[in-house]
């Protein structure tokens, strides 16, 4: 199989189950931790269902700062242990998904002697806490070298700065390669799918469950549920457990991207202080773009739809101005997105001073519920939520994805043979390399839908994903709306300024034509992308504005 199967088989055998045929396990929430949990328990030999209310990884498991790293800020919360957490599954996801979670050198530029000794001292913390296992021991840079390394830092501004190293990602493409593995260890796996109650008893499970897309309603029986909803997790435990007490409070993280000629980066990221010199942001080259971010602040609105409002703009715009002396404004900004954290309840003061561990719970009978963490520490997460249900099951395998493959075995051996393929087909290098990042192994398939349909032009002039994609992504990755190929798995909608549908788009012509959508359900799916993608960026589209130069024969840029 080479995604995740069909959406019409997946509803077929969800909505065939029955006492003496239940589910060893149904997840409620298909984010990363949903995603772990099926993998962790199909490998261990469950029958494993997921069900995920939206598109799969669509809430704050494709909000994130694309990083996978240690949690150098969280030295200030003293979560020692969990930083050390961290950097072990930021290293071990490093072997197991090496197309997607990759090196990048972080400079922290230092104005005085004062943050010199000061941001040393965290460093060495940082690194100790690593074991010294860090990708390289942090070193400190003179003012020459610095400024080589962060080009949009004015000249003669600093005193120098310290270099570490963690690693960025893809998001939803790490959620996407989770939920692959699952399904080839026999997990079956459905979005658009929302649970709408939950009966838990001594002898099992029953989930009433409504398919979106044609609104039928089945029930699916299991043995046991765990509910890996994330910030909607309140919600799902209301529906099993009415009088229970609300666990989450939730925390919102907003990042804007601009285009490289706007914002003017190299290989390396840089950790920036805000305006105020109050909180540090992350700078991340990623793609065609620059992730500025990120925000930390309580949140008590729609948890369906936050939005980057005009203060969290101009608190990034501030902060990236103030250090890089520009002149940066909203019509600057190329994607924009607001993320919740799911964070534990348990003290009062501001979300930032809220643990980012995890908590597994028990909701009813045979009902558990996880939620808390962060996206690197996702496969201990799920490790400890199988384990808390095998026991009942008489399952005594251990967990087996420390070793399990994530999108390729050999990263050397992939690259050159998309790389031969991609060159016979005309195919810029950047669409090569982001071909690799995106599929890993299956970005061999996609070029052969590429030969075959003749799509090897872009989606988008100018940017990374190519046509055959559309094509691939209806096929192998259950897209059922334009906003999945979109937002999703192409991310065009944080990278593209028209959000991939402004001039010379032809993604929703493609993905039309492969669905058989109508004319005016093609509209309307154009329609519904812009709307959420200006929702959620807290701007108008402007879909004629000029594109950042094409990619060049022999550019670098990667995930």
């Known amino acids: 199989m080479k995604g995740i199967g069909s959406r019409e088989s997946a509803l077929e055998r969800l909505s065939t189950t029955r006492s003496g045929d239940e589910l060893d396990l149904l997840v409620i929430g298909g984010g990363i931790t949903g995603a772990g949990i099926a993998l962790d328990a199909a490998a261990r030999g469950m029958s494993v269902g997921l069900v995920e209310r939206g598109d799969f990884a669509s809430g704050t498991s494709s909000k994130s700062s694309k990083l996978v790293h240690?949690?150098?800020?969280?030295?200030?919360?003293r979560e020692f242990g969990l930083m050390r957490e961290a950097a072990q599954e930021r290293d071990l996801l490093r072997s197991l998904a090496p197309h997607l979670v990759e090196p990048i050198p972080f400079v922290l530029p230092v104005a005085d002697k004062w943050a010199r000794a000061k941001f040393g001292v965290g460093l060495w913390a940082y690194d100790a806490l690593a074991s010294f296992k860090n990708l390289s021991v942090h070193r400190y840079l003179g003012v020459d070298e610095t400024e080589a390394a962060v080009p949009a830092i004015p000249k003669g501004k600093i005193?120098?700065?310290?270099?570490?190293?963690?690693?960025?990602?893809?998001?939803?493409?790490?959620v996407m390669e989770v939920l692959i593995q699952a399904v080839r260890y026999g997990a079956v796996v459905c979005n658009y799918t929302t649970v709408e109650s939950i009966d838990g008893t001594e002898q099992g499970c029953a989930a009433q469950v409504r398919d979106v897309v044609s609104d039928a309603s089945f029930e699916i029986r299991a043995k046991k549920?765990?509910?890996?909803?994330?910030?909607?997790?309140?919600k799902v435990e209301h529906l099993a457990n009415p009088a229970h007490e609300q666990r989450l409070r939730p925390s919102k993280g907003v990042h804007l991207s601009f285009s490289r000629s706007k914002l003017p980066m190299g290989d390396a990221a840089a950790f920036i202080p805000d305006a105020e010199r109050k909180r540090f942001l992350f700078v991340i080259p990623w793609l065609e773009s620059v992730i500025v971010g990120t925000t930390d602040t309580h949140y008590e609105g729609d948890i369906d739809a936050p939005s980057v409002e005009p203060e969290d703009r101009r608190y990034c715009i501030d902060a990236i101005n103030s250090v890089f002396h520009l002149g940066l404004t909203d019509e600057d900004v190329t994607g924009a997105w607001a993320g919740l954290r799911p964070l534990i309840a348990g003290k009062a003061g501001a979300t930032a001073d809220l643990s980012r561990s995890h908590s597994v719970y028990d909701i009813a009978p045979n009902v558990i519920g996880i939620t808390g963490g962060k996206l690197t520490?996702?496969?201990?997460?799920?490790?400890?939520?199988?384990?808390?249900?095998?026991?009942?099951?008489?399952?005594?395998?251990?967990?087996?994805?420390?070793?399990?493959?994530l999108g390729t075995a050999d990263v050397d051996a992939l690259r050159a043979a998309?790389?031969?393929r991609g060159q016979a087909l005309s195919i810029a290098p950047d669409r090569i390399d982001n071909l690799v990042r995106c599929y890993g192994d299956r970005a061999l398939s996609v070029l052969d839908l590429a030969s075959e349909l003749g799509m090897s032009e872009p989606l988008v002039p100018g940017m990374q994903p190519i046509a055959a994609e559309a094509v691939y992504c209806a096929r192998h990755e259950m897209?059922?709306?334009?906003?999945?190929?979109?937002?999703?798995?192409?991310?065009l909608s944080l990278t593209d300024i028209g959000a991939g549908i402004g001039v010379g788009s032809v993604g929703a012509q493609?993905?039309?034509?492969?669905?058989?959508?109508?004319?005016?359900?093609?509209d309307d799916e154009i329609r519904t992308h812009r709307a959420e993608t200006e929702h959620e960026r807290g701007l108008p589209l402007n879909l004629d504005a000029p594109r950042d130069r094409p990619l060049e024969a022999g550019s670098t840029r990667g995930a």
Not at 71 to 76: D, V
Not at 225 to 234: L, N
């Open 377 to 405: 520490t996702y496969r201990r997460m799920a490790g400890d939520a199988v384990d808390r249900i095998v026991g009942d099951l008489g399952v005594t395998t251990k967990s087996k994805t420390g070793w399990i493959r």
């Open 225 to 234: 549920i765990i509910s890996a909803a994330g910030v909607w997790g309140d």
């Open 479 to 491: 897209v059922v709306h334009l906003s999945d190929l979109l937002g999703r798995r192409t991310r």
């Open 159 to 174: 005193k120098g700065g310290f270099l570490f190293y963690d690693c960025k990602n893809d998001d939803v493409r790490l």
């Open 70 to 77: 240690g949690g150098l800020r969280y030295l200030e919360q």
């Open 510 to 522: 493609l993905l039309a034509a492969e669905s058989g959508w109508t004319a005016g359900r093609t």
């Open 418 to 420: 998309v790389a031969r």
